[in-house]
């Protein structure tokens, strides 16, 4: 997967909402939320290891895939801040083994730890992005692509406001009280090979 194609993958997946049982709907905007990538320097606890994470491929692709993202057509990109907790974690599987007594920590390699990191502003974004176009009446439908719960505050404001709110969890499973916040549930990819409708 190149950053281009993910992109492109991306947009017609959204795009793939505006037809919705022979309804057409005109597009208002895609808004898509993320943070940039960590950059800085840290040393490994196991080795001892200086990681350049701006040299990463993971943050080169990320660099690439924002700049993709920024030349689609009525697509805006909201950034939010990582958190840097200055601390590294190991992973959960490895913890599980290491409670389990399968492996010791003297067996744990570099792989086995993760910077701690955490997305900051991101959830407050979507929330007051969701408040304004609904309060602004510059819609009357809302998608929400996500696979988590941070929306429901946000969800129950457009629906009071008669906004009609559709989640796309991407086939992940959601919490079923969610059901009493949303107007309905799509996905836009078939559920076995990822690929759209």
Known sequence: MTPEKTVNDLYT???KHLKQKDEIFDLYRIFYYDCLPYSKKQHNPITGRSVDFS???QFKFRIEFFE???KKRKLALRLGMLEDKNKWIIR???IKELLNGDIEIKDLTEEDVIFDLTQKMV???IGLDIASITLKRQVNQI???AGDSDFVSAAKLAR???IDFILDPMWNKIKPHLFEHIDGLNSTFF???GKSK
């Open 13 to 15: 997946m959204c795009i």
């Open 55 to 57: 040299k990463t491929n």
């Open 68 to 70: 993709e993202l920024k």
């Open 92 to 94: 959960p599987e490895k």
């Open 123 to 125: 959830d407050m974004k």
């Open 143 to 145: 998608i929400l692509v």
């Open 160 to 162: 009071r406001e008669g």
């Open 191 to 193: 559920k076995q090979t």
